[in-house]
Structure formats: C-alpha cells, structure tokens
C-alpha cells in the first residue's frame, strides 16, 4: 500500500505539471489522457493504463519533438507503471531516455534529473545491475553534498540508497559508514530518542548481524526494543520481532541470563494475545524449551514441550509426521532426566509414525532406532533393544566399510547384553 500511495502521488505531481506544457503545445489531448492514466491506475487496471501511457507518449512526441521535457515525463510515467509491475527489463530504456533528454534539456542539477537518476538506479538495482547502479547513487550523494553539505538532513536518502546498495552487495563496511553518517545526521535532528531513529538502527544492527558481529549489534538492538516500547508498549504484539533480535544475540554470545526474561516475556504476549492453547504459540514454547534444554535445565523444559504436544495432538492427526518432532522433543528430556518408563511411549510413538511414513529401512532411522534402544537399556530391557541395535547396525553397514564395520560390530556388543 506505501508504494500504491506513492506512485499515485507521484502521477499527480506529473499530471500537474504539464500544465506548464500545454502551453508549449503538447495540447488537451494529452492532458487527458494522463488524466486516464491515472484514473486507471487508481482503479487497478494497469494492463489498460499502459495501453494508454504509449497512447500518451506518441502525442507529446508528435506534438513537441522527440527531445521535450513533456517527453521525458511521459516516458517516466510509462517507465513507472512498467516498474510497479515488476517488469524492470521494459521501463530500463524508458527511465535512460528520460535521463539523457533531462539533462539535456534541464541541466545535471535539477530536481526532474535527480528523479530520474534515481528512478534508473532502483530499476539497475531491482534486476542485480549493482555495477551500474552505484555510480548514480554516487553521483547523487556527491550532488547533494556538494549543494547542501555531508551532515544536511536531505542528503539522509542519497545516504540510505547508496548504503543498502553495498549491503545487498555484502560490502558491508562501506554500507556501515554510510549508515553511520545516517544516524548522525538523524540524532542530531532529532535527539537520541525519537521513534524515527528505528530504521537507522536496524540498518546499523543488521550490518553488523549478517557479520557475525554480534557484541557490536546488541546496543542497537537494545535501543530499539527502547523506541519501540515506548511507542506500542512493553505488552504490544508488534514487540516479538524486537524481542526476539535482542534474544538472538544475547544466546549467540551465551547471554542466558538476558536470554531468558526475553523469551519468557514473548510467550506471556503470545498467550495474552491468542490464549494459553492456541496453536501459533508453538513456536514460543518450544523456543523456551530448547533454550532450557540446551542449558541441561530439564525441569524447566519438560513442562513447555509437554504443552507443545498437547496442542499439537488437539490440532493434528496423531499419524501425522509432523507429531514426530514433539514427541521426540518430549521424550529427549525425560530420557535426559532418567525418566525411561516416560520417554519409552513417546519415542515408541515416534518411531511408528516414522516407520508407517517413511519405510522402516534407511539410514534417517538410525538415530530414532538408538534413542528406543537406549531407554529400552535403562530399563535392563535387553530383548526389546538387541534387535533395534541389530537394525542401526544392518543400516550403517550399508553405507560403512572395514573399520567402520568392525567399529559398530563392537559398540553393539558393547551396548547390548543377549539373554539366556
């Protein structure tokens, strides 16, 4: 919808500029079937506005020459419908054209160049042409720094562009000083705490994330759950993806402590938004439950994969494959916690679902298969997991030789006490 709005403003900033060249003769033909245009376009008949736009664009060249400022404009409105429809390949020599008969026509100065210089640099960048791309998002920045200066508020977008064209080229250190000068600008316009900020931010922390820089990114995480809480509120669904950003980093430096307030504080938004059973707050709970487990907190785990699969068992078919995962996840932390006569029904469970959807030969079967056998051995029920060890062994020798063999033969032996 923020695009629809702005291409519908941007035709009728156009549509009132040709008032200005009616008067050089384009005529009210042309008018109004600009004003068709837009009218389409407004109606979501874009097959039709481009008929129309062509229409528009022979008129004005019949009518004021090949080489017109009317021409470049109608040449841009074309290119534009063409763009919003994704065909970048059709509005590239419309937008060249445009540009070549501006800067003629107008000089390398003006606003209508600047528009154009920016509309073929999204239309390079939309189709990979980062090569040639960049140096007009180059000479746009110098432009406007030349004109306005390095910290002026209007250089902000020359800046923003420029940047996200070397992030999507992973030229991340020139995108990161570009960003930086970015924020600069902005909190000093702004103040360190304006709302407005969050986009700098982000740009800043995913710069440093996608590198794996993650001490540097977590303060501009943390500012922006900040903003944001004082925007929505602490409570407010929208506060997931801030929370689960900041989370990410703090587990990927071994931050439990932060982690777990964060985690915790995402499942009680979920709940108070959707309930305490529905079945979007799976991902929330097994989240939790992983990150206890990978702590070895088996207690604190155990009863989040249990509502996982409580709700999973109200909402899917109890042969369905995708049970597999919360009864497995289930029965690893009572198998952790010793609890065999618990974890013995679940992965048994699991191992018939995987059995009746996948065939019960095959190497993927291996792990589910040991995992039976070792609870079985818990138990000192030898019988019951000899032939499941016999089955991984049958399926590793398949895929293994030599050593390889002789190594599983002896971690069967090992494993496995043969009764009577």
């Known amino acids: 919808m923020k695009y629809l709005r702005s291409i519908i403003m941007t035709f009728s900033i156009w549509f009132l500029a040709t008032l200005s060249?009616?008067?050089?003769?384009?005529?009210?033909?042309?008018?109004?079937?600009?004003?068709?245009?837009?009218?389409?376009?407004?109606?979501?008949?874009?097959?039709?506005?481009?008929?129309?736009?062509?229409?528009?664009?022979?008129?004005?060249?019949?009518?004021?020459?090949?080489d017109h400022p009317g021409v470049a404009l109608s040449l841009n409105t074309l290119a534009l419908l063409y763009q919003n429809q994704g065909e970048y390949a059709q509005a590239e020599p419309l937008y060249q054209r445009a540009l070549t008969i501006?800067?003629?026509?107008?000089?390398?100065?003006?606003?209508?160049?600047?528009?154009?210089?920016?509309?073929?640099?999204?239309?390079?960048?939309?189709?990979?042409?980062?090569?040639?791309?960049?140096?007009?998002?180059?000479?746009?920045?110098?432009?406007?720094?030349?004109?306005?200066?390095?910290?002026?508020?209007?250089?902000?977008?020359?800046?923003?562009?420029?940047?996200?064209?070397?992030?999507?080229?992973?030229?991340?250190?020139?995108?990161?000083?570009?960003?930086?000068?970015?924020?600069?600008?902005?909190?000093?316009?702004?103040?360190?705490?304006?709302?407005?900020?969050?986009?700098?931010?982000?740009?800043?922390?995913?710069?440093?994330?996608?590198?794996?820089?993650?001490?540097?990114?977590?303060?501009?995480?943390?500012?922006?759950?900040?903003?944001?809480?004082?925007?929505?509120?602490?409570?407010?669904?929208?506060?997931?993806?801030?929370?689960?950003?900041?989370?990410?980093?703090?587990?990927?430096q071994n931050k439990y402590a932060e982690v777990e307030p964060l985690y915790i504080r995402m499942l009680a938004i979920e709940e108070r938004a959707l309930g305490k059973d529905d079945f979007l707050l799976v991902e929330a709970l097994n989240n939790l439950a992983a990150f206890y487990r990978e702590q070895s907190k088996y207690a604190e785990?155990?009863?989040?994969?249990?509502?996982?699969?409580?709700?999973?068992?109200?909402?899917?078919?109890?042969?369905?494959?995708?049970?597999?995962?919360?009864?497995?996840?289930?029965?690893?932390?009572?198998?952790a916690q010793s609890k065999y006569t618990e974890a013995e029904p679940l992965y048994e469970r699991a191992l018939a679902i995987r059995e009746k959807a996948q065939g019960q030969d095959g190497f993927a079967m291996v792990e589910p298969l040991e995992n039976l056998a070792a609870v079985y051995m818990g138990q000192e029920k030898y019988a019951e997991a000899e032939p499941l060890y016999q089955r991984t062994l049958a399926f590793s020798e398949k895929l293994l030789?030599?050593?390889?063999?002789?190594?599983?033969?002896?971690?069967?032996?090992?494993?496995v006490r043969i009764d009577g």
């Open 301 to 335: 785990a155990e009863p989040l994969f249990q509502r996982v699969l409580v709700i999973k068992e109200r909402a899917i078919s109890e042969n369905d494959l995708t049970m597999v995962e919360p009864l497995e996840n289930l029965a690893g932390i009572y198998k």
């Open 21 to 66: 060249v009616l008067a050089q003769g384009a005529g009210d033909e042309w008018k109004a079937l600009n004003q068709k245009i837009l009218e389409l376009y407004q109606a979501g008949d874009y097959e039709q506005a481009v008929v129309i736009a062509k229409k528009a664009l022979e008129v004005v060249e019949q009518s004021v020459g090949l």
């Open 401 to 415: 030789s030599g050593s390889s063999k002789d190594f599983m033969h002896e971690k069967l032996s090992r494993s």
């Open 102 to 252: 501006r800067e003629k026509a107008l000089g390398s100065e003006h606003a209508h160049v600047k528009q154009s210089l920016n509309d073929l640099a999204a239309v390079y960048a939309k189709q990979g042409k980062y090569s040639q791309a960049a140096p007009l998002y180059q000479r746009l920045l110098t432009t406007a720094e030349n004109a306005l200066g390095p910290d002026h508020p209007d250089v902000v977008e020359d800046l923003n562009n420029l940047a996200g064209l070397y992030y999507i080229q992973s030229k991340y250190l020139e995108a990161e000083l570009l960003y930086k000068r970015v924020l600069f600008i902005r909190e000093k316009v702004l103040g360190p705490d304006d709302f407005l900020l969050v986009d700098s931010l982000e740009n800043l922390a995913a710069v440093y994330k996608v590198q794996g820089k993650y001490m540097e990114a977590e303060p501009f995480y943390r500012r922006i759950l900040v903003l944001k809480e004082k925007a929505w509120g602490r409570d407010d669904p929208n506060m997931l993806t801030p929370l689960e950003d900041l989370a990410f980093v703090y587990r990927i």
